[in-house]
């Protein structure tokens, strides 16, 4: 390809060529690099003008579709790099573009070129009457009606884009021109479409079906701009000609798709028009007979629907289930409201439900949205009588879930979380653990267990049920003999697995009853434990087993601890020898950790150490007999003994009696941790094998507390050294465990804080490196957490290192990140610096120092600091990760609330106010004193939060 300063049409046409092309000579790399080329090509200021040449010449349709995009994507992110002069020539060009297009020219194309437009009209406030002049040189000649039309949708569409940096002052000039000029649009639709159905458009040869297709279009992108001046337009040709389409249901795909989404526009804007009635005191009663017609109409498309499911039109019939659930959602508030005389919208959950018993469960999955509504609303008003008004409802739909979870009676093996259906199932059991509230959840239980006891039932409806029977036992009532303990004696006698899914359903069955076992006789218990034992030499249930036995563990301890430890602890002994997966061994290590900790402190510490040696002898070997390209997840990799030893470690965590040491602590620093020591040392190059060694290095240290202290020399020393040859950034997480735990012990700070200064250098390097924060945002993340806890635990000695000035320049580059953790940890770096000058605290005589210290520290740099965040929160930063940038305002604010003020105030004034191609200011003074005024005022950093989002949106 040539160079990025040899630009010309020719060279482009043959990247273009090589990219699109099906030839099999050209190969794979040619591809790679033409498409790198072309991606270059549009980020030039050659592209301009090379994209419209393109669209003149274009020899085929990758040539010109690429054209037509190229200049979109300029419009797009790079409208400013064309000076204002060049904005009319440009309209100009795209205009003839416009008018080139003919009934024959490629949808994508037109797509591209109209998008164009209207996002010229929003950029460029050169163009004074965009509006007049597209309707004075189209709409005079049906033949230009389609493109017309194009770019008048995508107009109201794209106004809320946040790549064309709008703004929320020129949104709001625009959103004022639209809906003034809503009149006019509105009549050239009704033009069109009346123009449409005489077959005058027929007889000039412009694509009637497409201009149909487009008033459709349009209408349901301009009736959000003016809502009023749409519902007063009655009887609405538009509205008529799209219930048509659907009544008939006999319209080709994409009109269909149109029409729905007319219908569901329309009902997604009855409550803002609702809204402005009552503002403008009307009477409401037009409104109201909006809704009725709407209902009455949605009513007719019952028949069709019937017909689009026996036709098997799947895309049809999701249509017609998005229309009905989309409706009763909207009136959710008026069935609740108008309950004692049952509101006529009540009869839409039937057509809700007749969605819901589909064979096809994406059908079903459609009506969730409705049925999260109802329950929200429903738990809020805790009114029983409501609750009764919508049982039948709920019950009729609960079982149809049910049927929906029941797999193909010949499906194989065990379910994925790769499978879709294995998603839905999931949201199916979290929907009804939404709605169990408001129905019989005894009852519904009763029923599931009916069905799985019935005789010759087939597995795939009795695995159904079990599935189910585990989501709606958590709300029963557990004392109930008569509900539970039948279903649990019919599963725990099952013996005919005739399919893998029945048997992990029974398993999951049975550990989710755990509470239940720890209230009845020790009998049941017994039953229990053996089902699982058995179930956890089966590979494919084994997983399953494992954290039913953890579950079991946890409830029962007080149960299982002094009669079955032994059994469970023979049982994990021998695991090894079935073949079952890690997980399901991890799954009962934790468990019998929870139990263990009910020993006396001698069989407390002879336990845990002799699993703890099952773990560390295959290590041992492994560093013997060292192999780098070790199978995953497999025995020869360190990583499958590691995760036992943390999933121990993280379940054995206990406060020992004082003046005595720690139960673990042998098991700990004696046995494992020369092993892990010996383990780093041979894998330390090993990213994947320092995470697991660091995270079973993290459960250990919190396990015993500051009783690890006998390894903290050789550990700090060795994390120093690994950290500067391989930069594992889990290695500085393992550095803020040790400050967290020994930060506040005078005799360590010393060495802790030399730890940090051999963290930073090498930290530094890394990050300095072209790219290098936003590359490396574990790094980030792993180092500010680290400073936070010295800040947290050693506040002074901190602050007077001269190593905090170097951390805070790096931080003015960290705000910046968009990444949520970094981003996070930076920021909380940042809140906790002056959080602790304003920490309460008795008898902290280092207190008035570290305020002092913290005083001075903002003085030198709270300028800087105050405007690096507000130009990163305005103009870099996501929404979500605002609220911990205003955690440190908030605490600025707090501490030195004049200095702040002032600060603020300039960093305001700092920020741009005009673009380089609009007229409109982003924000004007009136609207940075105001909120200036809300920050000062605020009372959390939520509330500020709010005020800065609201803030932010002028920019966006």
């Excluded at 060529?17 to 690099?33: C, F, M, P, R, V």
């Excluded at 980020?43 to 085929?60: E, N, R």
């Excluded at 077959?199 to 459709?216: D, F, K, N, R």
């Amino acid at each position: 390809m040539g160079s990025h300063g040899e630009l010309d049409l020719q060279t482009l046409y043959n990247a273009i060529q090589t990219l699109y092309s099906d030839s099999k000579g050209i190969s794979t790399n040619e591809k790679h690099a033409a498409s790198a080329y072309l991606e270059e090509f549009q980020k030039s200021v050659q592209a301009w003008t090379l994209a419209d040449q393109l669209l003149y010449q274009g020899q085929d349709l990758h040539t010109r579709y690429f054209g037509a995009q190229t200049l979109r994507t300029k419009i797009q992110s790079s409208f400013e790099e064309l000076p204002p002069e060049s904005h009319l020539p440009l309209r100009d060009s795209l205009l003839q573009h416009i008018s080139n297009i003919t009934s024959t020219t490629e949808n994508s194309v037109v797509n591209q070129l109209c998008l164009s437009v209207a996002q010229m009209v929003l950029q460029s406030t050169t163009w004074a009457d965009p509006f007049g002049q597209l309707l004075h040189l189209y709409s005079q000649n049906g033949v230009h009606w389609w493109p017309l039309l194009e770019v008048f949708s995508f107009i109201p569409e794209e106004l809320n884009s946040r790549k064309l940096h709008l703004g929320d002052n020129r949104r709001k000039q625009i959103l004022s021109q639209l809906k003034d000029v809503a009149p006019t649009i509105l009549a050239f639709m009704k033009q069109c479409l009346s123009a449409a159905k005489s077959g005058a458009l027929a007889q000039i040869g412009a694509p009637v079906e497409l201009i149909s297709i487009g008033v459709l279009n349009c209408y349901k992108s301009w009736i959000f701009m003016n809502s009023e001046v749409f519902c007063n337009d009655r009887p609405s040709e538009i509205l008529d000609f799209a219930v048509r389409q659907l009544q008939s249901g006999r319209c080709g795909m994409r009109m269909h798709c149109v029409a729905m989404e007319c219908i569901c526009s329309l009902i997604e804007v009855l409550p803002q028009i609702e809204s402005n009635s009552r503002d403008n005191n009307n009477s409401g009663v037009e409104i109201q007979s909006i809704q009725v017609e709407l209902f009455n109409a949605i009513l007719t498309f019952e028949e069709a629907y019937h017909n689009s499911v026996g036709d098997e039109d799947h895309e049809k019939t999701l249509n017609y289930c998005r229309i009905f659930s989309d409706y009763a959602e909207s009136m959710v508030d008026y069935m609740i409201k108008g309950w004692r005389t049952q509101h006529y919208s009540l009869r839409s959950i039937d057509l809700v439900l007749i969605c819901s018993g589909h064979h096809d469960y994406e059908i079903t999955e459609m009506t969730f949205s409705f049925w999260y509504r109802l329950s929200e609303d429903l738990y809020h008003c805790h009114d029983e009588s409501l609750n009764t008004l919508f049982r039948p409802y709920i019950t009729r739909f609960m079982q149809s879930i049910f049927n929906q979870s029941a797999l193909d009676e010949d499906h194989e093996g065990p379910l994925t979380p790769n499978d879709e259906f294995y998603d839905f199932r999931k949201r199916a059991t979290e929907l009804v653990d939404d709605l169990i509230f408001a129905v019989n959840s005894n009852g519904v239980f009763h029923d599931l267990g009916t069905q799985l006891m019935r005789p010759n039932t087939g597995w795939h409806l009795q695995e159904a049920a079990l599935y189910h029977l585990h989501t709606v036992s958590k709300t029963i009532d557990l004392a109930n003999r008569e509900v539970a303990e039948p279903v649990i004696n019919f599963v725990l006698n099952l013996r005919d697995w005739r399919h893998i899914m029945l048997r992990i359903s029974a398993v999951r069955f049975i550990g989710g009853m755990s509470l239940w076992f720890s209230d009845h006789s020790e009998e049941y218990l017994i039953k229990a434990l053996t089902f699982l034992a058995n179930s956890l030499e089966a590979p494919e249930v084994s997983n399953t087993s494992g954290a039913a036995l953890l579950n079991m563990c946890q409830l029962c301890a007080n149960q299982i601890a002094p009669n079955h430890l032994h059994n469970l602890l023979n049982l994990l002994e021998h695991m090894d020898r079935f073949n079952v997966d890690n997980d399901a061994v991890i799954g009962l290590l934790r468990g019998v950790g929870h139990l263990i900790v009910r020993l006396s402190d001698e069989e407390f510490s002879a336990t845990v150490r002799n699993i703890c040696w099952a773990q560390l002898a295959p290590l041992n070997q492994l560093i013997e007999n060292y192999n780098p390209n070790y199978q995953r997840d497999k025995k020869d990799d360190p990583s499958y003994w590691l995760d036992r030893l943390s999933a121990l470690f993280r379940s054995t965590g206990v406060n020992s009696k004082e003046g005595q040491l720690h139960p673990c602590v042998t098991a700990i620093c004696e046995d494992a941790w020369p092993v892990l020591s010996r383990l780093c040392d041979k894998y330390q190059a090993d990213s994947r094998v320092m995470e697991r060694v660091c995270r079973c290095l993290r459960y250990a240290i919190r396990a015993v507390g500051k009783h690890s202290h006998p390894l903290l020399p050789t550990l700090v020393a060795q994390l120093v050294s690994m950290y500067r040859a391989h930069h594992h950034s889990c290695f500085l997480y393992v550095g803020s465990i040790l400050v967290d735990e020994y930060g506040s012990e005078a005799q360590c700070v010393e060495g802790l804080l030399n730890m940090l200064e051999a963290f930073y250098t090498p930290t530094i390097q890394k990050l300095s490196e072209p790219n290098g924060l936003r590359n490396n945002p574990d790094t980030v993340d792993d180092f500010y957490r680290l400073c936070s806890r010295y800040l947290q635990r050693c506040p002074l000695q901190f602050l007077k290192s001269g190593i905090l000035l170097n951390i805070l320049q790096l931080t003015l580059q960290g705000i910046h990140l968009d990444h949520r953790d970094a981003n996070s940890s930076v920021f909380k770096f940042l809140s906790e610096l002056v959080h602790q000058a304003r920490r309460v605290k008795e008898h902290d005589i280092d207190l008035p120092v570290t305020r002092e210290l913290v005083r001075l520290l903002l003085l030198q740099h709270g300028a800087e600091l105050i405007s690096a965040c507000t130009t990163a929160v305005v103009f870099s930063l996501p929404t979500p990760l605002i609220v911990g940038a205003c955690d440190f305002f908030y605490e600025t604010k707090g501490f030195m609330p004049t200095e702040f003020s002032s600060w603020f105030e300039t960093a305001l004034k700092n920020l741009p106010n005009h673009s380089s191609v609009r007229s409109t200011p982003f924000v004007t003074l009136e609207q940075l004193s105001d909120f200036h005024s809300k920050v000062m005022s605020s009372t959390g950093a939520k509330d500020m939060s709010r005020s800065f989002k609201e803030f932010c949106r002028l920019y966006r």
